[in-house]
């Protein structure tokens, strides 16, 4: 085993500072660790510290600022104005006017951003060894690879430099990383994140990710960044009928044992254990058949597609610059030789894939996957840059091309202690699901990814634990907090099947505060939920006891007359204990 040299970021959230201090621990910290192939382009202390100074007095101006006291580590295919962008070659650069419209809602929202990282050449790779900035060293052990291509940033997030890292992920770049160097790695679904900005790779799979030492920072940048932007027509919003939740119940897809033959033995076995521990902390697992997900994966190099890469760089790499990392300027160039009748033959198949895929996890809250196959050395992809690579992506490269999202995590350690990472994986939109299981996996909170959505107060029936609860679920309604009305409504237990109340406003002052709970879901959830609403229940506004007005359940007059008047016992929940008593 290798002399393990540099010790990684402990996997929580950074304690908030202000923007100054922050920016002071990092930089810092830069010189603690002395990793300079993490940069490419730092910004100078003066200007680092200006900015973070223009944070700080927002803040005490009354700004709320969910990002201030964190700084934040670029990825040099990122626009960051008035920064150069290389796209790890020397000869590519140039300085861009605008901020990349990602970056830009990281700013606004108070975030400092240190500078701009190394990756392999044109986010092509994941090993983080292809720059001619030089290789990207693993965070805990030198001599083994950080993963690419996003391996700077990943690196600034795991040694404690940064609190946030973006990177960017075609074809895995923005997971692989996190995996080898234990931190958290989320890849929204395509255009979720806008790519407004990004030196593209393969324009139709790109997509802006992030790194984070934590699944709630992870969470919070990307609800930061999330929305549709004007300057990027691939961009999309969150669809009205979001899932907003997983199950209460999990039930996870996991691999069949042949579909795991790419792992190297510790990783296998580690698998396996994060599987078993997954079970056991109650979420029901089964085997399902990946294999056309795998070789949907060829496609994204072997197949027509990577005639995208062609299209993006190929005819600056043409003129063979000096910068030029060989082993990309080769991939780029046998991008080239793709007929259109093969991309339209690949489209196809992606096509049907992509619905095998859905069908494949209907009913399932994820996929369960390892993030890559093992952790090379620096050496070993040295002797075979081409193969070790190819097989990293054994488990990442098909799910831009189908349209998923997911979310890295650490998983259980190998045997011998060091970080192995798992994936959930997902259909597109189901962001906020894969969030919540990877929660679960790390025996965390699960954090909010997802920004929309509609509150909706229930004050019987569907509580939590109550006979139609199932309804909220199926919408994928994510529960908030228990509340309390103002004392200006009265309950009453109507004759209904199943047995339910009635909430009826009254003056203030003639009613009681009545316990409830309140959830979130789509939209269109709400929409659904309105129209099989049976009477004599109504939705309506409600006033909370905090002074907030929430959708929430009713019932009319007519009916609460003629029904027991429950009041008194402060809940529905109240009055049923009461009665099994």
Known sequence: MSTKMYTAAAPVSPARVSATDRVLAALRRIGEVE??????????ADDLLAEAAAVDARVAAGESLPLAGLVVAVKDNVDVAGIPTTAACPEFAYVPEETASGVERLIA?????????????????????????????????????????????????????????LGTDTAGSGRVPAALNGIVGVKATLGVIPAHGVVPACVDYDCLTVFAPSLDLAATAVRVMAGPESRDTRSRAWPADVRLAASNALRVAVPRAEDLEALCDDYRDAFARTVATTREAGAEIVE????????????LYDGAVVAQRYAAVGEFLSRAPEGADPTVAAIVADAKKPAAYELVEDLDTLTHVKAFAAELLTGFDGLLLPTTTEHPTIAAVEADPVAVNRRMGTYTNFCNLLDMAAVAVPGAPTAGGDPFGVMVVVPAFADQVAVDVAAALNDVDAPRVVESGVEL????????????????????????????TS?????????????KPGLVRHAPGEGAAITGELFRLSEAGLGRFLAALPAPMTLTSVELADGRWVVGFGCTQDAAKDAVDITGFGGWKAYRASRSR
């Open 35 to 44: 990793r300079p192939e993490v940069w490419i382009t730092l910004r100078g």
């Open 109 to 165: 929202a108070g975030a400092v951003v240190l500078g701009k990282t190394n990756l392999d050449q044109f986010a092509t790779g994941l090993v983080g060894t292809r720059s001619p900035y030089g290789t990207v060293r693993c965070a805990w052990d030198p001599e083994k690879v950080s993963g690419g291509s996003s391996s700077g940033s990943a690196v600034a997030v795991a040694l404690g430099i940064a609190d946030i890292g």
């Open 288 to 299: 399902v058949d990946i294999s056309p997900l795998l070789d949907a994966a060829l496609l």
């Open 457 to 484: 107060a229930v004050f019987g029936a569907h509580l939590r634990g109550q006979p139609l609860h199932f309804q909220l679920e199926k919408l994928g309604a994510r529960f908030v907090e228990e509340v309390h």
């Open 487 to 499: 004392d200006a409504y009265r309950l009453a237990a109507l004759n209904t099947t199943p047995p």
